[in-house]
């Protein structure tokens, strides 16, 4: 009978509905994503990788944006979960502060991975890179370029990839005994190109001015550099400058801006594993961390010396 059935449905060119009988399951096979912008760089190539191994294993992904806006945050969560996802992928808004629009998933078994952006209080599954370690090795090649009054664009400092890049930051500056000077850190809430500008004008027009800039971004970084062109201010001889992604614009801009590279696509598929793999093994599955390398690229913008190749960190 099941045959005849089976048989007549694929003369008649039938095809089963997956949503459906998922939908009786309570799950889609779907993988929500919350990212802030999905036009930057490194949040594109992290959707990339969350794609690539959700296709692989036959999982759809729904991706929205918060704009860096809390309540966009508390919107999407909510949505995301009345659309019965399998699981949810999160890089956290820059406003974000409190973290109760999660509980729903909590208290249903959903997982939750974090992503660079991550919760430091909720429980749960995060991959992320060594902010720290990237901080410090982008502050001690500026020290070994012969820099000395080395000024950081600092971000949010309630999001933990900021904080860390500064407080890494600050100790290559106590293990080389250079002072850490107040003056020398700037914050800015979001790193965009008008920041930069301001941040950069700001710390140019000190008494003392620095002799590089260590940027939390390339965005920030990139302005500075501009603004170091139109005050006729050489890079990198009077001004040498790293950022942090390894955005495109870094290849574009002249010089060229050495940087810290993000290994996004990377991120991405390791956190879309670990949601298929709580789906398909929930009972096996611990929660971690993953802490992944990243590498310093050295260009036209910070080389006063000589050349070095790119190390990882």
Known sequence: MIKAVKKLALEKGYQPNHLAASLRRNRTHTIGVMISWVNRPFISSLISGVEEVANKADFNVIISQSHDSFNNEVINAKALYNSRISGLIVSLA??????????PYINAGLPIVFVDRVSEVINTNRVIIDNFAAGFTATKHLIEQGCRRIAH????????????????????LKHNNLPIDENLIVYGQILNAEEGQKLTHHLMNLPVPPDAIFSANDTAAVSAIQY????????????????????PISLIIDPQLSTIAHPA?????????????????????????????????????????????????
């Open 265 to 313: 696509t990377e991120m991405g598929k390791i956190a879309a594993t670990q949601i298929i793999n709580h789906q398909t093994q929930p009972e096996s599955v611990a929660y971690e961390t993953v802490v992944l390398k990243t590498e310093l690229i050295v260009r036209e913008s910070s080389l006063k010396i000589k050349k070095l190749t790119p190390s990882l960190v």
């Open 153 to 172: 664009l600092a971000g949010a400092q309630h999001r933990n990839v900021y904080r860390d890049r500064l407080n890494g930051y600050i100790e290559a």
């Open 228 to 247: 170091a062109k139109q005050h006729g201010i050489v890079i990198p001889e009077q001004l040498a400058v790293v950022g942090f992604n390894n955005d």
């Open 94 to 103: 820059m406003q974000t502060t409190s973290y109760d629009h999660f509980t």
